[in-house]
């Protein structure tokens, strides 16, 4: 069974500081890796898809590493606003999602 | 596109009580799935489908039926609702004709309280 574990579980920084968020899992037979955002009583929103066969993929101000072999992903967000606050889960796919627990952050003005 | 809804956005139950939420989505995805969020415990998958007419078991599937007539719904129903079965339920769609699970799309979610 895949165990999808993210550590932190909360995190706190001053507007302007770059966010690594970290997301580990057992099992490295994936199709992908999925990051989403969901903000306090919402959905869920896809922010980036990473195949087992990429490294690295980037929209904007986020990149998501993938490293299969370790079972590691790791998303960055650069120079993070305040309107970056909210939780971010990672899902690992092997035709269904499994899910951590989420990173929780806060960007203080 | 309105992409995925959801219906009703929350519901007071009744235990005991029969309950379906509805799922309905406009981008012609053949999978579909159905998942509950409960503090400290995460998103789980209850029920999938991977496309209309076959439906599959998730991790948490006891207490809920679901049915695939057609693309483009996928109703989740408490055939005898309990207490246990209070939590936030999304569903979510995503194209996998290619052979690869691609990214699922997210619904804004059903609070269910049951009482």
């Known amino acids: 069974k895949q165990e999808v574990t993210q550590i932190p579980a909360a995190l706190s920084v001053p507007e302007g500081e770059n966010l690594v968020l970290n997301c580990s899992f057992t099992d490295s037979a994936i199709y992908n890796l999925q990051w989403f955002r969901q903000d306090p009583g919402k959905g869920l929103t896809s922010l980036l898809l990473?195949?087992?066969?990429?490294r690295e993929q980037t929209s904007g101000r986020l990149n998501a590493s993938l490293d299969k072999s370790s079972g590691r992903s790791t998303l960055y967000i650069a120079a993070s606003q305040p309107g970056d606050s909210a939780t971010y889960l990672c899902a690992v796919n092997d035709y269904k999602l499994s899910f951590g627990a989420g990173t929780t952050v806060t960007v203080r003005a | 596109i309105a992409g995925i809804t959801q219906a009703p956005t929350s519901q007071i139950l009744a235990a005991g009580r029969r309950m379906t939420l509805r799922c309905t989505q406009d981008?012609?995805?053949?999978?579909m799935y159905w998942y509950r969020q409960d503090l400290g415990l995460g998103l789980r998958l209850i029920h999938y489908s991977n496309t209309a007419g076959t439906t599959g078991k998730g991790e948490v599937p006891d207490g809920y039926s679901v049915s695939r007539a057609n693309t483009d719904d996928f109703p989740l129903t408490l055939a005898s609702a309990v207490p246990s079965q209070t939590s936030v339920y999304f569903c979510?769609?995503?194209?996998?004709?290619?052979?690869?699970?691609?990214?699922?799309?997210f619904g804004p979610g059903t609070r269910l309280t049951v009482l």
């Open positions: 990473i195949q087992s066969s990429q």
């Open positions: 981008m012609r995805h053949n999978a």
């Open positions: 979510a769609s995503s194209d996998s004709t290619s052979g690869t699970p691609d990214t699922q799309y």
